[in-house]
């Protein structure tokens, strides 16, 4: 089968792999969609890791993975079912043409519509778990820093969920227009305006009653503590560059926060919001997938994480086809 790995900092090899055996109690995946999370990113491909790192494991990483069932040895599943899988720990990636998976890692998508479409569930799904740790927002105020893919999933479903208004900030002026298409009330460009003059504008001087870190940023982080109102509500999803970052202490204890982190990674049942949103995108409630902005077959790997790393093109999500 076809697979990939990182071979140098920011370098792919496609190479020839044997298709993984297929154990009782799990299924055979082929997949046929993949998709680049900004996590993939900034934890492995953006970052220049140990030499002796080098191979890395066939298949890492990429964990937005779409395809159909061609072999079951559980009763959850049958062949031919078209199916989001989540690679858990026993699967370095999805990176492969090949994949097995046990039941509670996979959730099935309807036959019709683009599985180009469908597999963005999944990162969409991680959204919906955050947002409904934050409660109800009807009414309220809420500020999202960073408009990529996960951002945007936010605005797209806290749309949803009744706030006075959502006011987006990102430096790329395209995102803002993705933004406002997706339920955004207000954009703000850092690059122009007076962030916290401008919120504190929008808000009667109060501040946010809940702020979303989705840029993955210490300054996001810090902005975040800046802009919520006291004793409101900070969502933590940002995947940050290294594992201790600077917090401004004596702000944050004035403010007095909630800090609510959250990443779809670390949930009790990572399936559960993702088949959530499979169930409302199916509904014509919320859909996802109007955030591909590129399709590149697998060939292309190198392109397509290049593109994402870089921001070209005005990229919001790439999905690639085996």
């Not at 062949?79 to 097995?100: H, K």
């Amino acid at each position: 089968m076809k697979a990939a790995r990182l071979v140098a900092p920011r370098k792919f090899e496609v190479v020839e792999t044997d298709v993984p055996p297929l154990e009782e109690g799990r299924c055979l995946i082929k997949l046929e969609r993949i998709s680049i999370c900004g996590s993939d990113i900034r934890r492995v491909y953006g970052r220049e890791l140990p030499e002796e790192w080098y191979p890395g494991p066939i298949g890492f990483s990429c964990h937005e993975c779409a395809g159909v069932v061609v072999e079951s040895k559980t009763p959850e599943f049958h062949e031919g079912q078209r199916v989001i899988v989540y690679p858990g720990a026993d699967n370095p990636g999805g990176l492969v043409e090949y994949i097995t998976s046990a039941p509670d890692l996979m959730c099935v998508v309807p036959d019709e519509g683009d599985l180009s479409e469908w597999v963005m569930c999944q990162p969409s799904g991680t959204v919906m778990y955050s947002c409904q740790k934050m409660g109800s927002v009807v009414g309220k105020d809420v500020v999202i820093l960073g408009q990529g893919a996960i951002g945007l999933s936010f605005t797209m479903i806290l749309a949803k969920m009744g706030p006075r208004q959502i006011i987006t900030v990102d430096p790329l002026d395209y995102r803002l227009g993705w933004s406002q298409k997706t339920g955004a009330t207000h954009t703000i460009n850092p690059e122009k305006e007076d962030v916290i003059a401008a919120v504190e504008g929008l808000t009667e001087g109060n501040g946010a009653d809940i702020v979303v870190e989705a840029a993955g940023s210490p300054e996001a982080f810090n902005m975040c503590i800046r802009l919520v109102r006291k004793y409101g509500t900070m969502m933590a999803f940002g995947v940050q560059p290294s594992p201790v970052i600077p917090i401004e202490h004596e702000l944050m204890m004035t403010r007095q926060p909630t800090i609510i982190p959250s990443q779809g990674g670390h949930v009790p049942e990572p399936i559960v919001p993702i088949k959530t949103m499979v169930d409302l995108k199916a509904r014509g409630i919320i859909d996802p997938g109007k955030l591909v902005t590129h399709r590149l077959p697998f060939e292309d790997l190198q392109r397509a994480y290049d593109m994402y790393l870089n921001q070209e093109d005005e990229v919001i999500k790439v999905v690639m086809s085996l």
